[in-house]
């Protein structure tokens, strides 16, 4: 693997996005460091709805680690755009890692990744050794939520609540990382709820659950809240 990852910085105009910058960053802490630091100066207060970023040769680890350097100096809407094009840089884990039979459908998961909660994103987390593929909110470094998609056909799956029918269930985390509350529903529903959450303001893990409680008032969702 390379030792730098590369960074395009972008300002969405109503032509189109223009190129203010293009960043590489070694995989160091001192290089980390500088990098936010550069993405912290290189926007104003009045940009925070026009940032937009992309990663070039960056993984889930890089990703993690900008993100974490950015929540001592950097905004809400710099945090929220590296979270993002985090989120984009490091999808597809399912494809790699599942079989065809198992795997949440394209349409479903491109409503998923990337789509934010504050400055909470949704990003891959499927790994082989997971029961169904999966998805991390992420703040930072920081999991509040996952959510794993199981097919009809998975083998693995264990809710009663959704027979012959795929289902999405969903955990929610501490700052400890101990889980909290979970919840199975239907993949249509938890994209509504997904889409409802994105208020931008507030505290992401709050606003995902109180998201969820209402939209529970006119769908099928299971709660468990003593796990």
Not at 73 to 91: E, H, P, Y
Not at 149 to 159: C, F, H, I, P, Q
């Amino acid at each position: 693997m390379s030792n730098e990852f590369y960074v395009e910085c972008y300002l969405d105009e109503s032509s189109g996005p223009t190129k203010l910058a293009d960043l590489a960053c070694e995989r160091t802490a001192e290089g980390i460091q500088a990098l936010a630091k550069n993405l912290y100066q290189m926007y104003r207060q009045e940009d925070a709805d026009r940032i937009h970023l992309r990663l070039r040769g960056a993984d889930r680890s890089d990703a993690v680690d900008v993100a974490a350097s950015l929540r001592d100096i950097a905004g809400a809407a710099v945090r929220r755009a590296w979270a993002v094009a985090g989120a984009k840089a490091v999808s597809g884990g399912q494809v790699r890692e599942f079989n065809e039979e198992d795997r949440a459908p394209s349409s479903w998961v491109s409503g998923v990744e990337g789509a934010t909660v504050g400055t909470a994103v949704w990003q891959d987390a499927s790994w082989g050794n997971n029961a169904a593929p999966s998805w991390e909110l992420l703040d930072g470094d920081v999991v509040l939520a996952e959510a794993f998609y199981y097919t009809a056909d998975n083998g693995e799956r264990l809710s009663e609540n959704f027979p012959g029918e795929p289902y999405v269930s969903v955990v929610m985390f501490d700052e400890d990382d101990n889980p909290i509350v979970s919840f199975e529903t239907s993949p249509d529903d938890f994209l509504s709820i997904v889409r409802l959450a994105d208020s931008g303001a507030g505290d992401p893990a709050k606003a995902l659950t109180l998201t969820a409680e209402q939209v529970s008032q006119g769908v099928h969702i299971y709660w468990d809240r003593d796990i």
